[in-house]
């Protein structure tokens, strides 16, 4: 067997030598074990990310199931609305993108037919005092309460509106009809008592006879000039006085 013929040099392989090689697989071996140990962190790091990214996504569904049901189960009506402005920035109407069951029976539209919708499409009319105090209230985060007669539905509605994101507006809202029917009959009916205090008051002065009111027990409420001028008190003294004292 021909045994090969070595140099005095060292040998090499692929024009390095054996040393250049060992140093070259030791740094390697040092950079795969430091890559190994990154990754393992990295994975490490990423399977517990995933896990709180889960527990994150349940926490989430729950807020928003109980969000879902706060929404639909409220007792006033809730509509809400991304603000429309012109080229100049200026607010002319809104597009609801939520409601709730209660607004249904509030208004007769159902959520399926006021969301996507305008308020125009819905022939609803916004003043433009009332515009701007709402786009004062998704500016400002302030928000405003105010009661309004709906001339479509015949319907007083007492709202309150605060803006829960930018360029959104939330209505919430009740029927206070009854309430506002009942206000004006009581005001309809002070008035038409103060109308007859005077009618009264008027004739009982221009009177040829004494006139006189008491309460349940004689204590005097009323007393025309007459009256004064016949028992010789004055209508501040007859007042304090009980009809038995005369």
Same mark, same amino acid.
């Given at each position: 067997?021909?045994?090969?013929?070595?140099?005095?040099?060292?040998?090499?392989?692929?024009?390095?030598?054996?040393?250049?090689?060992?140093?070259?697989?030791?740094?390697?071996?040092?950079?795969?074990?430091?890559?190994?140990?990154?990754?393992?962190?990295?994975?490490?790091?990423?399977?517990?990310?995933?896990?709180?990214?889960?527990?994150?996504?349940?926490?989430?569904?729950?807020?928003?199931?109980?969000?879902?049901?706060?929404?639909?189960?409220?007792?006033?009506?809730?509509?809400?609305?991304?603000?429309?402005?012109?080229?100049?920035?200026?607010?002319?109407?809104?597009?609801?993108?939520?409601?709730?069951?209660?607004? /249904?029976?509030?208004?007769?539209?159902?959520?399926?037919? =006021?969301?996507?919708? +305008?308020? #125009?499409? $819905?022939? %609803?009319?916004?003043?433009?005092?009332?515009?701007?105090?709402?786009?004062?209230?998704?500016?400002?985060?302030?928000?405003?309460?105010?009661?309004?007669?709906? /001339?479509?539905?015949?319907?007083?509605?007492?709202?309150? =509106?605060?803006?829960? +994101?930018? #360029?959104? $507006?939330? %209505?919430?809202?009740?029927?206070?009809?009854?309430?506002?029917?009942?206000?004006?009959?009581?005001?309809?009916?002070?008035?038409?008592?103060?109308?007859?205090?005077?009618?009264?008051?008027?004739?009982?002065?221009?009177?040829?006879?004494?006139?006189?009111?008491?309460?349940?027990?004689?204590?005097?409420?009323?007393?025309?000039?007459?009256?004064?001028?016949?028992?010789?008190?004055?209508?501040?003294?007859?007042?304090?006085?009980?009809?038995?004292?005369?």
């Amino acid at each position: 067997m021909i045994k090969p013929k070595h140099d005095k040099d060292e040998p090499s392989y692929r024009g390095h030598s054996k040393e250049e090689l060992i140093t070259a697989l030791n740094n390697s071996y040092l950079e795969y074990n430091s890559l190994n140990e990154a990754f393992t962190d990295i994975n490490s790091k990423l399977s517990r990310s995933l896990k709180e990214l889960d527990t994150t996504a349940l926490k989430l569904q729950a807020c928003e199931d109980l969000f879902h049901n706060i929404f639909d189960n409220m007792f006033s009506g809730i509509l809400v609305a991304e603000i429309l402005t012109d080229k100049s920035g200026n607010p002319y109407d809104h597009r609801f993108v939520r409601a709730n069951k209660v607004s /249904e029976t509030i208004t007769g539209f159902s959520p399926e037919k =006021v969301i996507g919708k +305008s308020s #125009k499409d $819905l022939n %609803f009319s916004w003043p433009a005092e009332l515009l701007h105090q709402l786009s004062q209230v998704s500016k400002t985060g302030k928000p405003i309460e105010y009661e309004r007669y709906n /001339e479509r539905l015949k319907k007083y509605f007492h709202t309150q =509106v605060f803006s829960p +994101s930018p #360029k959104e $507006l939330a %209505f919430v809202f009740n029927d206070v009809t009854d309430r506002k029917n009942a206000e004006m009959e009581l005001i309809a009916a002070k008035e038409k008592a103060e109308e007859n205090e005077l009618r009264f008051k008027a004739i009982s002065e221009q009177s040829m006879d004494g006139i006189f009111l008491t309460d349940v027990k004689g204590n005097y409420v009323f007393v025309n000039p007459l009256y004064c001028k016949i028992t010789g008190y004055s209508e501040a003294e007859l007042l304090k006085m009980n009809v038995l004292d005369v």
